[in-house]
């Protein structure tokens, strides 16, 4: 649903069917909506025969690099002698990203529900939740949701009466965009600083505490229970395009809109439609000028992009860009495209962790040369080195931070050019500059003190 | 809250809250691994994180002090210094900015005497600052309010939040 709108009558409403219901949250109310369950049916299975209903389900990962799950479950060996660990990934911190959010706050007993099976299925006896900080509220409904679980023995040592050993934990974040990265995230459990590994080795090899670990999104844990259910067929049936994109999604949306909030649809729903119709279309009086689809990570497209869009996998690639975490950030005819770029490259110098030049260089001085534009101060030359920076910044380093930094960077240039130019000249008027960005400069600045002049 | 040097530390993993320590250690297959929840305890009691709060959490964890502030260092809800009494976060990332948050901004550092940021007010009520996207962005502007995240804020607000803080 569209919460907090009520469900649009074109959404398909699977994940977020009970968003708005405070009785979902509990327990007790949770199992009369038929929770927990897909668990017991899980547990009466074997976990290959759990891992192929989710292969053939076609579900692909909801954190952002849309890997297929049933495979990524498959490189786990149970049975192999060692500890096997499951990390669920609730770090949602990708601007333009609150999706788990709602999933943690309105229903928290899917999550562990889908932590339990998916841990079950890769032979993991320890699943823990990896939730950002910030989100008190999730964490508090998630931490009660665990509490009551153990107390009616669904998990534990004994879990569902089965003799089988399910523990799941809630472990809170301390404020870091790149414990997101999947590694970086382990880092961080094992109580270090969150920098990302280099890879190989893979998770599946080695991951939380050098042992063997599968790490989904949240709304990738939260749609297997449903698979289990319906099985698999319904699950690929739920497609308006390619067999390669099944299922239901669920996509935030905020900025310049008429309705913002989450909105669930079924992949291959046409974005022209999701926006104008779904979303309300823009606030009264303004017209859309663009739109990041996935997150701020993603490419930015024109609205003739957009509109052309198919929302799925592919549909988002074949029009320049990703589906990502499913955030849509949305800029109206009001908004200063090279300001709000210039506020998402400082996103990114501000979170990267530094362990690459690329990165720590790249993002800092990509930001520096954005705001010099944006205040009126900027020349042609920078434009071309904003490219160069762009170019060193992707393809080289450990994590994908530095890419993402370049992406709205790149895109913005091709397809925003003229307003840059127009700050260049001078000739910009209507709309105001804000070349007062916002603070925290000083901490940019230190990372850049060297090199090109300012 | 004491500030750094001038009140005696009080120990936090006494009691109780050694309890809590030890029934979260159980979850973590070594004792390193809570390090974030220990740091999260410390700063619960204190409101922040001082050398002293790290040394004692070097000390149950068998870690050291130095190690610990390389950590708490690299995570940026840690208070490395007291903070006002309400501590104000506004995301002002894209989303956000678009929407409106760098009026709000404005707003809280005008109202609350701040006048700048990162700055306590005068009276040590209040520290506000801007963070990156609170993962609310559809709530634009979301503001935390210490453990509160308050949805929709418009500079218009702004007085009236800050009048209904208990
Ligand atoms: C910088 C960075 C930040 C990320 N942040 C998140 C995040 O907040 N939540 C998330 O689920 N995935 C995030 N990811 C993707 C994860 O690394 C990983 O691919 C994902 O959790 C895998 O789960 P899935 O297969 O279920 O999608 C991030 C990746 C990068 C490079
Ligand atoms: S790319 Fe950036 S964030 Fe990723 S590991 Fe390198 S420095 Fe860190
Ligand atoms: S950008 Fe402000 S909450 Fe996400």
């Known amino acids: 649903m569209g919460y907090p709108h009520k469900t649009h009558p074109r959404e398909t409403a699977i994940l977020s069917k009970h968003f708005g219901e405070t009785e979902a949250r509990t327990l007790d109310g949770w199992k009369k909506r038929g929770g927990y369950r897909a668990l017991e049916q899980a547990l009466a299975m074997t976990p290959a025969q759990i891992v192929d209903i989710v292969k053939a389900s076609g579900l692909r990962g909801r954190g952002g690099a849309g890997f297929p799950t049933g495979m990524k479950w498959s490189f786990m060996k149970p049975g192999d002698g060692k500890p096997h660990y499951l990390c669920c990934n609730a770090d949602e911190s990708e601007p333009g990203t609150f999706k788990d959010r709602e999933i943690m706050r309105w229903t928290p007993h899917a999550l562990v529900e889908g932590c339990a099976i998916g841990a079950y299925a890769i032979g993991a006896e320890t699943a823990y939740i990896y939730i950002r900080g910030e989100f008190t509220e999730c964490i508090d409904w998630m931490e009660k949701a665990v509490a009551e679980a153990y ?15 399910i523990d799941v934990h809630v472990h809170k974040g301390a404020g870091a965009y790149i414990c997101g990265e999947e590694t970086a995230l382990m ?11 280099i890879k190989p080795p893979f998770p599946a090899v080695s991951g939380l505490f050098s042992q063997p670990t599968t790490i989904n999104n949240v709304e990738t844990l939260v749609a297997v229970p449903h698979i289990l259910m319906n099985g698999p067929e319904w699950y690929k049936a739920m497609s308006l395009s390619s067999p390669k994109s099944t299922g239901s999604k669920l996509f935030s ?25 779904l979303c309300g279309g823009p606030q009264p009086g303004r017209k859309f000028k663009a739109v990041i689809p996935g997150g701020a990570s993603v490419p930015i497209q024109t609205m003739e992009e957009a509109e052309a869009t198919m929302m799925d996998y592919e ?11 499913g955030g849509v950030i949305i800029f109206d005819d009001q908004q200063n495209m090279p300001r709000m770029i210039a506020r998402l490259a400082r996103f990114f110098a501000h979170e990267s962790c530094g362990q690459c030049t690329q990165c720590r260089e790249g993002t800092a001085w990509t930001t520096k040369i954005l705001e010099r534009i944006v205040a009126g101060q900027g020349t042609f030359e920078d434009l071309d080195t904003l490219l160069e920076l762009a170019d060193n910044m992707t393809g080289k380093t450990i994590c994908v931070l530095s890419d993402s930094c370049a992406a709205p960077v790149v895109s913005g240039l091709q397809k925003f050019r003229h ?6 000249t001078g000739k910009r008027s209507s709309m105001s500059t804000g070349a007062k960005l916002t603070a925290q400069s000083s901490q940019l600045s230190a990372a850049a003190s060297t090199g090109l002049s300012v | 809250m004491s500030a750094h040097g ?5 120990q936090v993993f006494t009691g109780k809250r050694k309890n809590d320590l030890d029934a979260i250690l159980l979850r973590y297959p070594n004792k390193q691994a809570a390090l974030l929840p220990a740091l999260w305890i410390v700063q619960e009691v204190h409101g922040w994180v001082s050398e002293e709060g790290m040394t004692e959490v070097a000390a149950a964890l068998g870690l050291t002090a130095a190690y610990v502030k390389g950590v708490v260092t690299f995570y940026t809800m840690y208070h490395q210094h007291p903070v006002g009494k309400y501590f104000v976060q506004i995301c002002t990332t894209s989303p956000c900015l678009c929407a409106g948050a760098d009026k709000v901004t404005e707003a809280f550092l005008k109202h609350t005497g701040c006048n700048e940021l990162g700055v306590t007010s005068p009276d040590g009520k209040y520290t506000v600052i801007e963070v990156e996207c609170l993962g609310a962005c559809g709530f634009a502007t979301p503001v935390q309010i210490n453990a509160d995240t308050v949805e929709n804020v418009t500079a218009d607000k702004v007085q009236q939040i800050l009048a209904g803080l208990k």
């Open chain 1, 419 to 424: 307003e840059f130019e127009a700050l260049i």
């Open chain 2, 6 to 10: 001038t009140t005696p530390y009080t």
């Open chain 1, 315 to 325: 549909g988002f690639v074949a029009q320049g860009t990703m589906l990502g975490s």
């Open chain 1, 151 to 165: 107390a009616a023995g669904i998990i534990g040592n004994n879990a569902m009466g089965t003799g089988k050993r």
């Open chain 1, 187 to 197: 880092e961080s459990l094992e109580g270090k600083r969150g920098n990302p590994r």
């Open chain 1, 253 to 277: 949306v905020c900025g310049n809109v008429s309705r913002p909030g989450n909105y669930e649809i079924v992949l291959g729903f046409p974005f022209k439609d999701f926006l104008y119709d």
